[in-house]
């Protein structure tokens, strides 16, 4: 069981690194791309409460020891909000503002 923590949390913190450079590459990058260096659409938004959800879990974890029932309830908001940022589309137009698509 530790075993598979610990590798969890590896993932974790891989993911995070990929994360922080993804939205490093959008800030940087996103001026050529899109005319503007950071586009505060829902994509940007779930993705930033996502880094930081991670940020929290990883602080948590080395400076609280957080294990079990909260890494995992903290990992499962980071991975939720994921899923909005990327796949969420129609969800936020529909369910959040209340548009029609």
Do not use: D, P
């Amino acid at each position: 069981l530790r075993t598979l923590e610990r590798l969890t949390f590896r993932f974790v913190y891989a993911g995070f690194v990929l994360l922080s450079a993804t939205l490093l590459a959008g800030l940087f990058f996103g001026e050529a791309i899109y005319g503007s260096a950071w586009q505060w659409n829902h994509k940007t938004v779930f993705s930033v409460l996502a880094w930081v959800s991670f940020a929290s879990l990883l602080w948590g974890r080395r400076h609280f020891g957080w294990r079990g029932r909260v890494a995992v309830r903290v990992l499962y908001l980071g991975c939720g909000l994921l899923l909005l940022a990327y796949a969420g589309s129609r969800f936020v137009l529909e369910v959040v503002l209340g548009r029609s698509v």
